[in-house]
Every structure is written in structure tokens, then in C-alpha cells.
């Protein structure tokens, strides 16, 4: 079963548009941790943010924010005054322990994001 | 602080054969995990090394190996190699269990 569900496969939008990016999550356990990774062209996953589940304090970076809501099982990203440069594949990943895995990260399939000039 | 470093970039195999992939992670990192991206699994995790030891594993078959040298240095290997063996495999990184990931820029192979 699909533990973190990124339902927007793609999304497009105009430079400056703010976007959204949505990641729904599903975990039976109280400790957990959620990341936001992005993912250019050249490949290289690169880490944005990690949250635990027992902070639900929003954030901000720059053009970036993140709002987590345990009552609805969401930690969703949201783009201010989008730019070329965030074109890129956005993974949610989801992070509980598992005697096999671990602490492992459990990734949705990414929404693909293209902001055009 | 150099990044995640995976060699080489790119590998082009035939059916049959087998691979080794070649990972160094960031400075002072002991834990390093593999993942596996297909555009229709996505990104799946293979296995995770701390101090030399495989630590935690993925649902993967005994085909795809790894090992972990002293210095942090990892290798991933994939013997008698199959058509959706071809992926884009990802080495990371990380200071412990919970920490971030870092990940490297990744080994694209292609199996024909």
C-alpha cells in the first residue's frame, strides 16, 4: 500500500505564481519523520526540509513553506513567487521504523513541477 | 564539505552480466544506504551499511549485494542482471538513523 500519496503528477505554472505541492501520508505510528526532497535534471535528490511528528509548528525558508497537519495527515509545500530555477521533481518521503527497513525513507512518486518564463 | 560522490555516471550492460557501483559518502558519515528509481516503481530502498555492517534491507532479491569498507566507502553490486534491472541508482548518506539523507548524483544503468 502507497504510505505517502503525492497526488499531482505534474503541475505547471507562470514565473511568480505561487504553487503548492500536496503529500498525504499514512502511518499507524505516533514517531515519525517527514522530508521534502527536490530533484533537478542532473539526478541528485536534494534534501529541503524534515519535520517530526510531534512538531507541527509550520515553516518558513525564503520562497519555501511547509504546513504539516497531523489531524489530516498532510505536510504540504507551497512555492512562493515561483522562478525557472524550482522546475524540478519534488518527492514527500515518509520515515517510521520498521525492524527490516529501519528508518528508511518511504517516498511518494513526485509531482513534477515546470515554471515557465 | 564534498557531497555524496557515485561512480561511475553511467553503465551500459548486457543481460546476464553483473555490476558494481561505487559510493563515497560525506566526511564523517558512517550510515549509507542505496535506492533504486524506475519511472514505475519510483524510488525504493535497496539497503542500508553502518560501520561495515548491513544494518537494514529492502524487498529486493538476493541478486542486488553490498558492502561497506572501514573508511565509509560503499559498493552495491547486481549480479546476473535482468532488462528492469535499469535504473537510476541512488547512494546517501547520513550522520545516524534519523538524520537527513544526502544524496549523490546517482548511477544511471542501462541493461540491454
Known amino acids: 500500500a502507497q504510505k505517502v500519496t503525492q497526488a499531482q503528477t505534474e503541475i505547471s505554472v507562470v514565473e511568480k505564481e505561487d504553487v503548492t505541492l500536496d503529500c498525504v501520508y499514512e502511518t499507524r505510528d505516533t514517531t515519525y519523520y517527514l522530508f521534502w526532497y527536490k530533484q533537478p535534471p542532473s539526478g541528485e535528490l536534494v534534501f529541503l526540509i524534515r519535520?517530526?511528528?510531534?512538531?507541527?509548528q509550520n515553516e518558513i525558508s525564503g520562497r519555501y513553506s511547509w504546513n504539516f497537519q497531523k489531524s489530516t495527515s498532510s505536510f504540504n509545500f507551497t512555492i512562493t513567487a515561483s522562478q525557472v530555477v524550482d522546475s524540478a521533481v519534488y518527492f514527500c518521503?515518509?520515515?517510521?521504523?520498521?525492524?527490516?527497513?529501519?528508518?528508511?525513507?518511504?517516498f511518494g512518486k513526485g509531482t513534477s513541477l515546470l515554471v515557465t518564463p | 564539505k564534498a557531497g555524496v560522490t557515485q561512480t561511475p555516471r553511467y553503465l551500459i550492460k548486457t543481460r546476464g552480466q553483473q555490476v558494481t557501483l561505487s559510493c563515497s559518502p560525506i566526511s564523517g558519515h558512517r550510515s549509507v544506504s542505496w535506492y533504486q528509481q524506475t519511472p514505475g516503481q519510483g524510488l525504493q530502498f535497496l539497503f542500508e551499511y553502518f560501520s561495515e555492517t548491513q544494518r537494514n534491507k529492502g524487498n529486493f532479491p538476493g541478486r542486488f549485494s553490498g558492502r561497506q569498507f572501514s573508511n565509509s566507502r560503499s559498493e552495491m553490486n547486481v549480479s546476473t542482471l535482468e532488462l528492469g534491472d535499469s535504473a537510476l541508482y541512488l547512494c546517501?548518506?547520513?550522520?545516524?538513523?534519523?538524520?537527513?539523507?544526502?544524496f549523490g548524483n546517482g548511477t544511471r544503468l542501462t541493461v540491454t
Open positions: 518521503a515518509l520515515s517510521e521504523f520498521s525492524s527490516n527497513s529501519g528508518y528508511a525513507l518511504n
Open positions: 519535520r517530526n511528528s510531534f512538531d507541527e
Open positions: 546517501a548518506s547520513r550522520y545516524e538513523g534519523r538524520s537527513p539523507l544526502h
